[in-house]
């Protein structure tokens, strides 16, 4: 039956359509000998299909979640019912051919309209009008038929969208329950560790993936901790507390619902490792900088948009530093002061360029500026000054040229270039590799410089030339000078030693 809903389309619908017995299809041929329906067994034919979604969605054996549902599916057993008397929804090519016929049709009738205005030949062509209107009605019923399982089509897809909400919010609640129990436990379980270090020296604390909303502010009283793992929970605030964590080394908040970070983790002056990924932060704040000692800071998959202006200027230290998955617009100037830097991935921001500064990074290995799409054009023409960079990530960008100074980048072993509108190196270049790509900017910078070392000798023997003749026509005005005060104001003058040179 066409009514049917397919349960690849309608998984949920399907599975709870087929657990009603006023839903399921009646045979004619049936009689008493057949078993009735057993709710708490769906037919054979979709049996796999109800093990798969169970498993995927193990609530829908709720008696309360199926209740909701069927009563979310009113609406749809009426507009079934009618569907399964008015029969099967019409194919393709009949609706095209119904709709041709009625058009046809009505042409016919309009023309024939007209032929009757001008004749008497009402009565003779009654008959045909009479196959033509039963024709219409053909039509248009089918029209309609198709009309109709059109918009039962579109009532399946509302009422499965309904049904997966309510499984949704059945869902929701369940995991509510269950954090709530979690809760107690965690809270047990931070208790615990607190009362433990406040008698005994604590050096690590992994808290991580305990659905944690808060951290009380105690942890910040914790002396000699070293390690704090605080990652996959739900906090959305750190204490200030946490100034207090003197000789912590590594903090890991990543995978939280952090929106800020607190002013005093620039408190933390040993603190190594700060991993605050995958959060919802949009700015970090200033005193960060002051964290000193870090070597690697992590802050990717945030929200970010720019770092703080002096970063660059107070994390000497830091060797890896990861943006990427930002929306990051520029780096500041003082990134170029991070003399440490070896490793710089800034992959899916919105980079509009790099600051002339960055080319000071001397000890940068691996630098990922890809995908930041129709944002990031060009580098700094003294890119090549990056003189330790091993890896290179352009990929996904809108570079039409590599800077004249990279054939001088000798450590470069890894360079990805895809998906750039690149004129310069060509194309058939850059598949030769990294080292062919190295090779022609470093020939093209050499033949650059003879073309600028030739024009400057030129520009030079030009103005050599416009010296000696400058010089030249000097001595003849001093010597016209000399011959006229000679010969006398009374002495016949000479016109051409009288015109101006």
Known sequence: MAAEPNPKNFPVLSYVWARLPSFTAKSPSSSSSVPPFDIEQPPSSSSSQSIEIVTQMPHLTQPDVLASMTSAISDVAETRSILRTLGPRPDHESVD????????????????????????????????????????????????LDEVHASYEKLLKEAEERLVRIYESAEKNAAEDEENVAAVEVNEEVVGILQHASANPVDRVDLS???LRLLPEAFGRIQGLLVLNLSNNKLEAIPDSIAGLHSLVELDVSTNSLETLPDSIGLLSKLKILNVSTNKLTSLPDSICRCGSLVILDVSFNRLTYLPTNIGLELVNLEKLLVQYNKIRSFPTSIGEMRSLKHLDAHFNELHGLPDSFVLLTNLEYLNLSSNFSDLKDLPSSFGDLI????????NNQIHALPDTFGTLDSLTKLNVDQNPLVVPPEEVVKEGVEAVKTYMGQRRIRMLEEEEKKKMEEEMEQANAGWLTRTTSKLKTYVADVSEYLGSNSPRDPYLERQL
């Open 388 to 395: 330790s960079l091993q890896e290179l990530d352009l990929s």
């Open 97 to 144: 051919k119904a709709r041709a016929k009625l058009s046809e049709i009505e042409s016919f009738l309009s023309e024939s309209f007209e032929d009757i205005a001008l004749t008497d030949a009402a009565a003779k062509d009654e008959k045909r009008r009479q196959e033509m209107d039963q024709e219409k009605t053909w039509c248009e019923s089918v029209l309609k």
């Open 209 to 211: 993936g305990r659905k």
